[in-house]
Nanobody, 123 residues
């Protein structure tokens, strides 16, 4: 098991910013592909961003230019900096990790999941 613990969620007005963090307990985290997913009420869980062991990133079209994913392997932590937040970004956000991920936004590719942190954006 690679327990993942998210933090940093909360409530913010549209146009504001939040930074999510996800810390893993395993040192093998450094080689894993890490992703952020979200699930809005009544919708399927969708990929938001990912970063692989080499630092290569992917983003959903809906967040490109507004969100930035990064990782600090020394701290076993992945971050999601969210700027210019919109009401439609409201969701439960989950981090995920996998030793090998082929399709970054396919949730089945990830082995470990956090419990989620709620992000609520109001107008």
């Amino acid at each position: 098991q690679v327990p993942l613990v998210e933090s940093g969620g909360g409530s913010v007005q549209a146009g504001g910013s939040l930074r999510l963090s996800c810390r893993a307990s395993e040192n093998t985290f450094a080689s894993y592909c890490l992703g952020w997913f979200r699930r809005a009420a009544g919708k399927e869980r969708e990929g938001v961003a990912s970063i692989d062991g080499d630092g290569y990133t992917n983003y959903a079209d809906s967040v490109k230019g507004r969100f930035t994913i990064s990782r600090d392997n020394a701290k076993n932590t992945v971050y999601l900096q969210m700027n210019s937040l919109k009401v439609e970004d409201t969701a439960m956000y989950y981090c995920a990790a996998g030793p090998w991920v082929g399709v970054w936004d396919r949730k089945e590719e990830y082995t470990y999941w956090g419990q989620g942190t709620q992000v609520t954006v109001s107008s």
